[in-house]
C-alpha cells in the first residue's frame, strides 16, 4: 500500500494531466498562428472562404499525416510520402486519360501509394536496412518513376474526366449545406477511424509497443514484421489518397508536385507531439499541426509574403516544436 | 556435496546434460537443473559460466544441441519466448522488457489482448474493461492493489515496473518465473519488498528460477541452490546445507582466501577538499577530505545524493554552493569537466553501458578517449600506436578482452568496468571519483576489481567511491561518511562502522534524526 502512495507522491503529473500537456502546446501554437493572422488580416483572414480555403489545403498534409502519425510512432519514418503522392496523382491521372471513371482513378492512385509502402515496409523489414535510408531510396524512385511514366510532363486528361474528383475537393462544395468540400469531411471520418485504431486496438498498442521498445514488443509475441508492414502500407495509401485529392485539385497528375511535401507532414506530427523515436504521437495532435500548417501558408499568402520566407518560417517551428517536445521529456524524467 | 532428490517424485521442471555450443565455444557442457513446484531455486555463477544461455533456452530463444528437458511431465520443446510463456514458463529480464509509453495494463495484456470482436482480428475494439480487470487482479495479487493501471509505465519507479513485468509473468499464468537479476536496479527498500513478494509468490505455488550476484539475497529468499561453472553444473542443493563462503568457491573454483585486499594503507596529505557542496537538488550539504593513498567510501540509501555528489564534483551536474579544492586548488563552480579533469579529477559512472563506455567503439578509443593527443603524430592517430598504448592498460590491469580493437561490448561487465578504470589512469587521474565500481559485474571481478583499487590507492592515488552494498564499503574503505537526503555525514574510520550503524544512519540520517522514521 505504501509503495503505491509513495508513487504518488514521486510523481504528481496524473496521466490525464500528460496528455493534455502534450496537445497544449500544439493547440497554443495553432491559436498563436490564427491569432496573428487575424491581426494582421482581419477581413481576409477571418473569412469563411478563407476557411474553406485552408479546410481544403489540410487535406493532403492531412491525409499523408495521418499515414505517418502511424509510421513515426512505430518508430520508423516515410520521406518518400512526398514523392509517391507525385507518383499516385500521375497514375490516378493516367487512369482518367484511358478513359476509366474517377473511382478507378483512386482506386489506382490508392493502390500505388499502397505498393508503395508494401516496398518500403517490406525493405525495412526484411533488409533490415534503417527506414530512413529505405524511403530515401523510395523518394528517388517514385518521383523518377512519376517522371518516366508521364514523360516528365503534366498529365492532363479531358476536364470532364475528372468527374466527382473535382467535387470532392471544391472549396464552395454543392450542396451548400456541406460548409467545406467532402474531402475535409472525408478526412475527419478517416481522422477518427485513425485515431481509434491507434489507440482502441491491439493493433494500435502493438504500434506504440514496438517504437517504445521493439524487444519487449517480440518478446510479448507481437507480430513485429508485419505490424510495420501495415504501418508502412498504411502511410503509403494515405499518399495514393493524398495523391487522388491532389489530381481533383490540380485537374492534372503533376509528376513535379509535392516536392518536400514529406517534411511538412513530418513536421505535422512533429508538433501534434509525437516523438521521432517512437512510442509517443496521436491523430488529434497531427491534425492540428497539419491544420496550422495550412493555416499558416494561407495566412502568409493572403499577406503577401513570399513563399522563400514561409518556408523559413515553418523550418523554425519544426525546430521549436522538437524543443518543446525536447524540454517536456526532460521535465518528465526529472 | 548433498544432492537432494526430489520429493514428490517427478520434478515440475528438468534439465539433463543440456549442451549449447556457439561456434567453437562451448557455453554449456552438460548442465543439469531440477526445479519442484514452490520453491525459489536460486542459479549462481560467474558471469560467462552459461546462466544466461541456459535461461534462454529454458524460454525458446535457443535451442539446444543435446539434452532433455521436461516439463510438467511432458517433454518441453518452446519454440520461442512466446511459446514459453503461453506453455508456463515467463522470464522477467534484467533489463526490464517493457514499453515506457503504454500504460501499465497495456503492458500486462500486451500480446495477449483480449478482444471485444474476436472476428476483427488485431483491429478489434480492445475490451479495456477486461484488460483493465485482468491488471487490477495481478497486481492486487502482487500486493500492489491501489496502483492504477491506466498509468503510463514510464512515469514509474523502477520497483513498480517490475511489479508490473512480474503482474505480466502472472497474468499469463505462468507456473515457473525466471527473474534474471531482478533487484539490480532496485534501492534496498524495492529490493526488501521484493524478496518478499518473491517468498510469497512461492508460497502461492509457483516455482521461481532466481539469478542474483548478490548472495545475502539467495540466503534470504531461496530454497535450494545450483551453482554453475564454466557451463557445466558443479553443485546443487538445499541452501540451509551451505555456506556463503562454500558458493562462492564453488562458484570461482578455488578457495576464497580474501575478497579483500590486507588494509594497512597509510594516507597522506589531504588532497580533495570538498565544503558545503550542494547542487540543484541533490546534493543538499555535502564535504569531505580525501588524502592521498585513501580509498573514502560513501554509503546511502538510493537517491540520498551519492551520485549527485560525485557529478557535482566532477563537473556533470552543476554546483550551486560550496567550495572545491583539489591539490590546494581552488575550482570554480562553473569549471568545466575538462578543466577538472586536467586538475586530476577522473569520474566513473555507474551506468556503465548508457554513459560509461561507448559500447560500439574499440576498447581502445575507449579507454585512450580523454587523452588521444599524446597517441597522435602529427595529428593523425594511427591504429598502431593506439594499440601499443592500450595494451599497455590492458596488461598492467589484467583486462581480458579480444584485443584492443575488439568492440567495447564484447567485454564481460567486470574487464568493461576495469577498462573504465583505465581509462581515468590514462587521463592521469589521480582523485577518482567511483560510482558503483563493482555494480553488476560478477564476483570474480569485483575480487579483481577490490585488488585493483588498494593497488591505486597504494600507488598513493585518492579514490572516493559509493556502494550500495555495505560489506564492500566495510572491506575496501578507509574512511566511510554516510549521505542521507543530501547531507553527508562526517566520514569515521571504516573500523568504527558496522553494517547495521552504517544503515541506521543511512535511513534515518545523522544521530539528531533519531525517531523521525522507524527504519
Known sequence: MTVAKRVEANDPETPWLGRIGRLAAPFIGLFLVLGIFVAIEPEAFASARNAQTIAVQTVVVGIGAIGMCFVIVSGGIDLSIGSVIALASVTGALTLDAGHSPSSALAVSAGTGVACGLLNGGLVTSLRIPPFIVTLGMLGIARGLAKLLSSNQRIAPPPESVGWLEGFVDKTPEPSWLLVAPAVWSLLVIAVVAGLVLRRTPFGVHVVAIGSNEQTARLCGVAVRRTKIVVYVLCGLGAGIAGAVTLGRLGVGDPTTAVGLELQIIAAVVIGGASLSGGEGGILGTMIGAFMLSALSAGCTLAGIDNSVQEIIIGGIIVAAVTIDGVRHRRNRA | MSETTSPGGVPLLAMREVRKRFGGVHA???????????EVHALVGENGAGKSTLMKILSG???????????????????????ARRGGIAMIHQELALAPHLSVAENIALGVEPRRVPFLGSVSPLDLRSMRKRSEDVLRRLGHGDLDPGRRTGDLPAAVRQIVEIGRALASEASVVVMDEPTSSLGRRDADRLLELVGRLRDEGLAIVYI???LEEIRRVADRYTVIRDGVTVSTGRMADQSDEGLVERMIGRSLDAVFPPGGRSPGEIRLRARAIAGRSLPVDASIEAHRGEILGIAGLVGAGRTEFLRCLAGLDPTDRGALEIHGRKIRHSASVRSRMRAGLGFLSEDRKGEGLALAMSVGENLLLPRLRPIARGGLLSSRRMD????????????????????????????????AIARLLHQDADVLLLDEPTRGIDIGSKVQVYGLL???????RTIVMTSGHLPELLGICDRIAVMHRGVLGPARPAGAWTESSLMSEAVLGGADADGEEAA
Not at chain 2, 557442457?29 to 526445479?35: N, Q
Open chain 2, 61 to 83: 530463444i535457443e535451442s539446444p544441441d543435446a539434452g532433455e528437458m521436461d516439463f510438467l511431465g511432458r517433454p518441453w520443446r518452446p519454440t520461442g519466448p512466446v511459446d
Open chain 2, 454 to 460: 588498494d593497488r591505486l590507492a597504494r600507488d598513493g
Open chain 2, 388 to 419: 601499443e598504448a592500450a595494451s599497455v592498460w590492458l596488461d598492467r590491469l589484467a583486462i581480458r578482452t579480444g584485443g584492443s580493437t575488439a568492440a567495447a561490448g564484447t567485454s564481460s561487465g567486470g574487464n568493461q568496468q576495469k577498462i
Open chain 2, 212 to 214: 542474483s550476484h548478490f
Open chain 2, 28 to 38: 554449456l557442457r552438460g548442465v543439469s537443473l531440477e526445479i519442484e513446484r514452490g
